[in-house]
Each structure stands twice: as structure tokens, then as C-alpha cells.
């Protein structure tokens, strides 16, 4: 009985917590075992920012799992059961592929969320020639800018009655 290699792509809540993921994680092992199939990996692969949202999230946490199991089996539909009864509410998408047997497992994961140091705003702005943007709109008097006579009334009203009350 030969095996066939398959990758499962998991997109997870971000939510998740880290008994949760060992949960899925051995589930997922009892059924390839199950059903007499061997585990190459579990792999967390992070945190994303969605391009769109999923079940109203706008980040998720990625899992990849590679397994190889016996040509005939149901374990792809089961799993994808399991997936839609009893772990609906912490994986959002999950995605089945067959791995050609001369294709190479290596791969190129991308920068999670968690990987990537995060940056502040004055970085991303002198990194990208925008220097003075915060400054200009920052200032509350800029160059040449007259002041709105109404407000400045207001301003000296209010510095007198400070005055007058520390007087006495």
C-alpha cells in the first residue's frame, strides 16, 4: 500500500491560545494515526495581517501540517467535518493539497507579525522622505498662519479670569 504526502495550510483566530493549538495539533495526529498514516510536521507559522477579513478578523495565525497517509482513505473529509462541527469557532479556513512525490519540501515562509520589529511613525516617515509632515500638521501656529481673531479673544478672556481669581 503506497502513501500519498499531503500539506494542510490552518488558518486559526488569533486568538488561539497555546492549549488550544496543542489540542488541534494532537487531534489532528490521532487522525492520521488513525487511519495509518505517518506525521512529517506540525508547524506554527505565525501571526498575518488579513488582506480581507475572515470571520470578522482582521489577523490570523497560520498552521502547516504535512502528513502522508494511504491512497484510499476518508481522512481528508473528516478532518474537513471536524473542522466545520466541533473546531468551527478557532479555525477559520483550512486548505488540503497533494504533494507531488518528487516535489521538495522545502518552502519559503514569509515574516510573521511576530518576526518583523516593529517601527515607530518618525522611522517609517524619514525612511520615506516625509520628514516634515508631522511637524506641519503637528504645529498649532505655522509660518505666515494668521490666528482666528474670535479665538483669540477667547484666549485672553479666559487669562484675565485666571488672573482675577488668583487675585483673590
Same mark, same amino acid.
Given at each position: ?6 500539506? @494542510? ?54 498552521? @502547516? ?16 467535518? @471536524?473542522?466545520?462541527?466541533? @473546531? ?46 508631522l511637524s506641519a500638521v503637528d504645529s498649532p501656529q505655522r509660518k505666515g498662519a494668521k490666528e482666528d481673531p474670535a479665538s483669540a479673544q477667547k484666549t485672553k478672556k ?11
Amino acid at each position: 500500500m503506497s502513501l500519498r504526502c499531503y500539506e @494542510l495550510l490552518l488558518l486559526t483566530v488569533p486568538e488561539i491560545t497555546s492549549d488550544e493549538s496543542k489540542n488541534l495539533e494532537k487531534r489532528l495526529n490521532k487522525f492520521v494515526l488513525n487511519y495509518k498514516g505517518s506525521i512529517i510536521s506540525f508547524e506554527r507559522w505565525g501571526k498575518y495581517r488579513l488582506v480581507y477579513p475572515v470571520k470578522k478578523n482582521d489577523y490570523g495565525i497560520y498552521y @502547516l501540517f504535512r502528513f502522508e497517509i494511504p491512497r484510499e482513505t476518508e481522512l481528508i473529509q473528516d478532518v474537513k467535518t @471536524l473542522f466545520n462541527v466541533k @473546531l468551527n469557532n478557532i479555525v477559520m479556513r483550512n486548505m488540503f493539497t497533494y504533494l507531488d512525490e518528487k516535489a521538495s519540501l522545502a518552502y519559503q515562509r514569509p515574516k510573521s507579525l511576530e518576526e518583523v520589529p516593529t517601527r515607530d511613525v518618525e522611522t517609517f516617515l524619514k525612511e520615506n522622505k516625509m520628514e516634515g509632515l508631522l511637524s506641519a500638521v503637528d504645529s498649532p501656529q505655522r509660518k505666515g498662519a494668521k490666528e482666528d481673531p474670535a479665538s483669540a479673544q477667547k484666549t485672553k478672556k479666559v487669562e484675565s479670569n485666571e488672573q482675577n481669581e488668583d487675585k483673590k
